[in-house]
């Protein structure tokens, strides 16, 4: 087992999540932001300087949290962004060693939600599965405002028919506590992380720690330290460790929108200190799910 995480919510700068890591105690960074950019769409040179401050380092990528098919990629629209982004990331994450590659099954406008887009879906993620395979790469979908998302049987078609040991699970225990269950007909509830988790857990290689609760006035989520909201992320991490889960732990804490106006270098700050914090208390979670 080991620990990694979004560490572009200590800082989009690449030196920084560098420190992030090391004050940790960890070997791993779950890249999607960088600056600007991300690890597909970096120039030539800057990717130059990315490989080269890694080594320096010691501090590896082990997942690339890419953008494709993700929740600003319509299914109503083509799917060219992302293929193209898949075919940019391959040869940059075997330079690197990556082996796995975020993606999700491209987003549903809500108007939409009742239609089935199944076999779009599978069309296009077979695609986007290929290209992965063809570079010695796993792509894990995550179950975060996407069409296999909204809901546990959409992931477990997903996975039926695209058939491919190249396409597994990541499954983010926050994502379910403010997205709704959309099967049959509205109003929907809202998901169970434990029951979505407990459905699609045979397929899970990788898991991001996500926490929180749904403010139901405003229909939104409010992020909070793991352990301390709804996404049963205790009992999710036990039960993985009976299982026999030697994984990573990537954590996503999404909670810099609690700094608001604190000022630029104030927030920059806040957000190193947020994410080094929430690494250190999921360390002391899973020691707890451990025993």
Same mark, same amino acid.
């Not at 193209?84 to 391959?90: L, P, T």
């Not at 996975?159 to 695209?162: E, H, N, S």
């Not at 996503?252 to 929108?257: C, F, G, I, Y």
């Given at each position: 087992m080991?620990?990694t995480? $979004?560490?572009?919510?200590?800082?989009?700068?690449?030196?920084v999540?560098i420190k992030a890591?090391?004050?940790l105690g960890?070997?791993?960074?779950?890249t999607r932001?960088?600056?600007?950019s991300s690890l597909?769409f970096?120039?030539?040179?800057?990717?130059d300087?990315l490989c080269r401050?890694?080594a320096?380092?010691?501090?590896s990528f082990?997942?690339?949290?890419s953008g494709?098919?993700?929740?600003?990629?319509?299914?109503t629209?083509s799917p060219?962004?992302?293929y193209?982004?898949?075919?940019?990331?391959?040869p940059?994450?075997q330079?690197?060693g990556?082996k796995?590659?975020?993606i999700?099954? $491209?987003?549903v406008?809500?108007?939409?939600r009742?239609?089935d887009f199944f076999?779009?879906?599978v069309k296009?993620?077979?695609?986007?599965?290929k290209?992965?395979? *063809?570079?010695g790469?796993?792509c894990?979908h995550e179950?975060c405002m996407?069409w296999?998302?909204?809901?546990?049987d959409?992931?477990?078609?997903i996975?039926?028919?695209?058939k491919?040991p190249?396409l597994k699970?990541v $499954?983010?225990?926050?994502n379910?506590?403010?997205s709704? *269950?959309?099967?049959?007909?509205g109003?929907?509830?809202?998901?169970?992380?434990w029951?979505f988790y407990n459905?699609?857990?045979?397929?899970v290689?990788?898991?991001?720690?996500?926490?929180g609760h749904?403010?139901?006035?405003?229909?939104?989520?409010?992020y909070t $330290?793991? @352990?301390? @909201?709804?996404g049963?992320v205790k009992? #999710?991490?036990?039960?993985?460790f009976?299982? @026999?889960?030697?994984?990573g732990?990537s954590i996503?804490?999404?909670?810099?929108?609690i700094f608001h106006?604190?000022?630029q *270098?104030r927030?920059?700050?806040?957000?190193?200190?947020n994410y080094?914090?929430?690494?250190?208390? #999921?360390?002391k979670?899973?020691?707890?799910?451990k025993?």
């Open positions: 080991y620990y995480g $979004f560490a572009d919510e200590a800082s989009p700068n690449l030196d999540q890591t090391k004050e960890w070997k791993f960074i779950e932001k960088i600056g600007d597909a970096l120039d030539d040179k800057a990717f300087d401050k890694l320096e380092s010691g501090v082990n997942c690339f949290g494709i098919a993700n929740w600003a990629k319509p299914i629209e060219e962004s992302s193209d982004e898949m075919r940019k990331a391959v940059r994450m330079k690197l990556i796995m590659v975020r999700m099954s $491209f987003a406008p809500k108007e939409l009742g239609k076999d779009e879906v296009r993620l077979k695609v986007i599965v290209i992965a395979a *063809d570079g790469i796993t894990v179950n996407n296999g998302s909204l809901n546990y959409n992931t477990l078609r996975l039926d028919a695209v491919s190249n699970l $499954f983010d225990t926050g379910p506590v403010s709704d *269950d959309v099967r049959g007909s109003p929907y509830k809202k998901q169970s992380a029951e459905a699609v857990k045979d397929h290689i990788y898991i991001h720690i996500k926490d749904c403010d139901s006035a405003k229909d939104k989520s409010v $330290f793991p @352990g301390e @909201g709804d049963d009992r #999710i991490l036990t039960d993985l009976k299982r @026999g889960y030697d994984g732990i996503e804490p999404h909670m810099t929108s106006e604190e000022g *270098d927030k920059e700050k806040l957000c190193y200190e080094v914090e929430y690494g250190r208390r #999921i360390m979670i899973v020691a707890d799910c025993k």
